[in-house]
């Protein structure tokens, strides 16, 4: 069973930075795809940034491309979120992500969620 835990999550004013952190245990690590995708109130999930395995590769969301950075420690087992240039519209609760394959821009390829860290981001 695999565990993912968020941390850094909290209260930025408009134009602020935060970093978000996921922390992996279990069947996870270095052979696995991992993401961020959040949830507003009302809203769907939503996807925001994905790194392949390596960290070679980074995608991310047309609305935080520029702002958000997602990167990985060597080992794999810890998943980070840079965001730069926070909005109001960035406020939600911010969910890691551990896929199974590719499609990384929907949930259907996601075996595993986090719990949730909440950021909010004050205009």
């Known amino acids: 069973q695999v565990q993912l835990v968020e941390s850094g999550g909290g209260l930025v004013q408009a134009g602020g930075s935060l970093r978000l952190s996921c922390a992996a245990s279990?069947?996870?690590?270095?052979?696995?795809?991992m993401g961020w995708f959040r949830q507003a109130p009302g809203k769907e999930r939503e996807f925001v940034a994905a790194?392949?395995?390596?960290?070679?590769?980074?995608f991310y969301a047309d609305s935080v491309r520029g702002r958000f950075t997602i990167s990985r420690d060597n080992a794999g087992s810890t998943v980070y979120l840079q965001m730069d240039s926070l909005k109001p519209e960035d406020t939600a609760v911010y969910y890691c992500?551990?896929?199974?394959?590719?499609?990384?821009?929907?949930?259907?390829?996601?075996?595993?969620w986090g719990q949730g860290t909440q950021v909010t981001v004050s205009s």
């Open positions: 790194i392949s395995p390596s960290g070679a590769s980074t």
């Open positions: 992500a551990q896929y199974s394959g590719p499609y990384y821009y929907t949930t259907m390829r996601v075996d595993y």
């Open positions: 279990g069947r996870t690590g270095s052979h696995y795809a």
